[in-house]
């Protein structure tokens, strides 16, 4: 959680997401944020947490996680049992913002706890405890998920999906994401331009030998480097290439791109 004096959480806003949000928020409906890894989904929560004054808890979800890991449990000491809540279950009583990302990696009779809590019921069933929680009335539920991985079994449920209003995000235009490599780390106008043609074509890639795009995360270790003394070229090829592919022609590909554009 944000330390309240800490600096607001940098972001630049792509159309209008932030009066969309805010819309969203006043109603308390829950938010559903689609679009591929490393583009912005999380930034852009952390900082409408910030901008609603709402604190933000967020779980980084997975294929093990059980219902008990967002609900809470009781756990043995000395003199007894005593109940911890878990995090979904700290965040609706306390009305802060909880932010459940990459939802499709958790299993769906983990995915269904949310059910109550995203219509009007906003309601959280401890069964374990024999409690059931009415929300905070600040209370808020975000969802991201990756469409690109998504598959027959792997995908959220139309009940689960159709309690959510959507955002559909993607790296930021060309102008705009060589604004936030210069704002993230300090780098120059020009190799910000160069770090963004470079994505460019890697991203037509995609389906072709890539399965997903460059992340404007990639970008920013890019550039988070090149500003800490290493070579563009050495820079790129650990930032942009060897975490993408493990494919040798692939692999040529990419860096050819790098020695013709830097
Ligand atoms: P994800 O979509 O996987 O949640 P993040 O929100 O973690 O991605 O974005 C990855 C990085 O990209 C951020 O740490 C930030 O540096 C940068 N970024 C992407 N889009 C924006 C934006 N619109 N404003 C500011 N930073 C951005």
Redesign the pocket.
């Known amino acids: 959680m944000a330390h309240p004096t800490a600096p607001p ?6 159309t209008n997401e932030v009066a969309l949000y805010t819309a969203a928020y006043a109603a308390r409906l829950p938010v559903m ?1 689609k ?13 409408m947490a910030w901008k609603l004054g709402r604190p933000l808890i967020t779980v980084a979800c997975n294929e093990d996680m059980t219902a008990s890991d967002l609900l809470g449990r009781y756990l043995l000491e000395a003199g007894g049992t005593r109940w911890l809540d878990g995090p979904l279950t700290t965040a609706v009583r306390s009305g802060a913002i909880c932010y459940l ?1 990459e939802i499709v990696e958790a299993r769906q009779d983990t995915t269904v706890v949310i059910h109550p809590l995203c219509d009007h019921r906003r309601q959280l069933p401890l069964d374990k405890r024999g409690e059931l929680i009415h929300a905070h009335p600040d209370f808020q539920l975000v969802i ?1 998920y ?1 469409p690109g991985y998504q598959s027959l079994m792997k995908d959220l449920k139309q009940s689960t999906k159709q309690r959510f209003v959507g955002f559909d ?1 993607d ?2 235009q060309p102008e ?2 060589a604004t ?1 490599l210069m ?2 780390t300090g780098v120059q106008a020009s190799m910000a331009a160069k770090l963004v043609q470079l994505a460019g074509s890697a991203r037509r890639l995609k389906g072709h030998g890539l399965a997903e795009g460059l ?3 990639l ?2 270790y890019a550039a988070t480097l090149i500003q800490g003394g290493v070579s563009p070229r050495d820079a790129c090829v650990m930032a942009l290439v060897r975490p993408i592919s493990d494919d040798a022609d692939m692999i040529a590909t990419l860096t050819h791109a790098i020695d013709a554009v830097l």
Do not use: H, I, M
């Not at 959480?9 to 792509?14: I, K, M, N, S």
């Open positions: 959480p940098y972001y630049l806003e792509q944020l679009g591929p890894t490393g583009c912005g989904k999380s930034r852009f929560v952390e900082y990302d991201s990756n995000f790296y930021p705009l994401e936030v704002a993230e992340s404007t995360r970008l920013v």
